[in-house]
């Protein structure tokens, strides 16, 4: 068998597989949506508020599955409750927000634990902490198409304003726009995101994927729309390498997609011709635009 | 210019506000009224209020007391009309941000654009002029933490003009700007002067104020001293607000 056969083999083999098809429909998908909202949290800075996000949807996951309601309902709830709670605490209190969120999340995932041990019959921890993207249901797909879709097309007809907001909130609320409205909205797109994402690498790791893809992209442009395709391409390429490894090796298919999106950081951060540490080339700001600057200024 | 609602009413009227942070009293009710047309100095330490006052003047801290109209108009319809232009201070931006320059003009135009934000011509012609009048049009296409300081000082006012803004509100115009790109940023801010435009500046570096400003207002939580800037910039008034023997400086000071 030659090499190409071997590679050809690699992925086909495994595609005759229902769950395997299934599998790489979820993580693609979830790997695209938390790629786009990844851009914006990078910029933002919000990978804390991404990992309280995720861990607070848990309660909602387990409630869910004890009502037999649809899990994306619950864990929008309680996504959204929290970080309304978040808010709250923090403009209430002297508290500071890192350390809201840090007591916000935890005791959102503690209440989650002591729900899903209360009923441990009807839940599986570990997938719901872990993934669990080799059983996703024909509902789970569906719930997570419909969610993406939302997720794209605000994104769609708003991406110019989330970046204003991340860019000048100052400006923003001068020329009338409310920076608190798309605050509440990129917050809103976390928590559907985080849900999208849920099924494919489980609550503990979604926070990787609403930030490594984006912060990848952030070392290798310094154009924004660059960054948002260099971003999708990141996790769409992790989602494969990853589910594929996963059959292969037999290894955690969360861990195998996270993994190889990691590696795609390293990798960046150590050769971005950009901003790598061995592959920077030039510094900021160039000579050239101080030189051009004043030269203007001595006309 | 552009005409406002009221023709006859100042660009910026601030009357007896009053602001507290907690127990902090930041502003103790301080008048401010700037006539259009007009560059009017904001001067004081740091901690004298000269942020708290901007912010009150854009909105986003709420006084106890006092109000605050700009061309004639509530503060929120002005910003709804996009009479505020808001050039930030250095180090409020994130220069690492990956936003080109063109990008950042066009940003002055998203008060009047769509739902999508998406730029007719009218907008790319407006940003265009903007770029040419502040000469960076060569300079469009680079990321805006690639530029200098006097640069980047420039491209956000070009955000003001594309936005059409009458009233420019810049917290200090020349920190992290190079002595040799001063003279372009001065002259800058005197021709958008010269057109009508009102700017209120707010600046620590008291040696560029009797050159730029036609009026300065002297600040330490209230109203220290105003009016024309050789007056305002007196050892004995600068000492009250700086509180520090400024004898022999203050020449340096007033020329």
């Known amino acids: ?74 864990a929008l709830v309680f996504g959204t409750g929290s970080v309304a709670l978040i808010g709250v605490v923090n403009r209430t209190s002297r508290v500071k927000e890192d350390a809201v969120i840090g007591v916000v999340f935890t005791a959102m995932f503690a209440l989650g634990l002591v729900l899903v041990s209360a009923v441990p019959s009807q839940t599986d921890l570990s997938h719901i902490l872990f993934g669990n993207v080799l059983g996703v249901s024909d509902t789970d797909i569906r719930q997570i198409l419909v ?141 050239a635009a101080t030189a051009a600057d004043q030269s203007t200024a001595r006309q | 210019m552009t005409a406002a609602a009221h023709p006859a009413a100042p660009a910026v009227e601030v009357v007896d506000a009053t602001v507290h942070y907690g127990d902090v009293l930041a502003l103790d009710g301080v008048s401010l009224s700037v006539q259009p047309g007009r560059i009017c100095g904001l001067l004081g330490t740091n901690g004298s209020g000269k942020s708290t006052l901007f912010k009150t003047i854009l909105g986003l801290v709420r006084a106890d007391r006092g109000r605050v109209r700009l061309l004639g108009l509530d503060g929120a319809t002005a910003r709804r009309k996009g009479l505020v232009g808001y050039v930030p201070q250095a180090e409020q931006v994130d220069w690492d941000f990956p936003v080109s320059v063109r990008d950042v003009v ?73 002595k040799g790109s001063e003279a372009t940023v001065t002259a800058l801010l005197r021709r958008l002067r010269d057109e009508g435009r009102t700017l209120l500046l707010s600046t620590h570096d008291l040696a560029q104020v009797p050159e730029l400003c036609d009026e300065a207002v002297l600040l330490q ?27 022999g400086e203050g020449e340096r000071w007033t020329h």
């Not at chain 1, 693609?28 to 910029?43: E, F, H, N, P, R």
């Not at chain 2, 060569?138 to 805006?144: C, D, P, Q, T, V």
């Not at chain 2, 939580?221 to 004995?236: H, K, Q, S, T, W």
């Open chain 2, 221 to 247: 939580r209230r109203v220290i001293a105003r009016g024309a800037p050789d007056e305002v910039l007196r050892p004995e008034t600068v000492m009250e607000a700086f509180g520090v023997h400024v004898q």
């Open chain 1, 147 to 287: 969610l993406a879709a939302v997720v794209l097309g605000v994104v769609w007809v708003k991406h110019r304003d989330l970046t204003l907001y991340a860019f000048d909130r100052v400006h923003a609320h001068a020329i009338g726009i409310n920076p608190r409205l798309l605050e509440t909205l990129l917050l809103g797109l976390l928590a559907v995101t985080v849900v999208v994402a849920l099924q494919a690498v489980g609550i503990i790791l979604v926070v990787a994927m609403v930030i490594i893809p984006g912060a990848t992209a952030y070392l290798l442009t310094d154009r924004f729309e660059r960054m948002l395709a260099i971003s999708v391409g990141v996790a769409v390429v992790a989602a494969v390498t990853g589910v594929f490894a996963s059959y292969h090796l037999n290894v955690s298919t969360g861990g195998s997609v996270v993994l190889a999106q990691a590696t795609a950081f390293a990798l960046a951060y150590l050769f971005s011709p950009l901003h790598g540490v061995l592959g920077r080339r030039r510094r900021r700001p160039t000579p």
């Open chain 1, 1 to 74: 068998m030659d090499a190409l056969t071997a590679v050809v083999d690699w992925f086909a083999v495994p595609m005759q597989f229902d769950f395997v098809r299934r599998a790489l429909l979820v993580a693609v998908v979830a790997g695209v949506v938390c790629a786009v909202l990844s851009c914006w949290m990078t910029l933002v800075g919000w990978s804390l508020m991404g990992d309280a996000v995720s861990h607070a949807v848990l309660p909602g996951v387990v409630l869910s599955y004890m009502f037999g309601l649809p899990f994306a309902l619950g």
């Open chain 2, 106 to 178: 066009m940003m002055g135009r998203y008060g009047q654009m769509g739902l999508r934000r998406r730029p007719r011509p009218a907008d790319r012609e407006a940003v265009e002029h903007a770029l040419e009048r502040t000469d960076l049009t060569g300079l469009a296409e680079r990321r805006i933490g690639a530029l200098s300081g006097g640069q980047r000082k420039r491209a956000f006012v070009a955000r003001a003009l594309a936005q059409g803004a009458d009233v420019l509100l810049l917290d200090e115009p020349f920190a992290g700007v190079d």
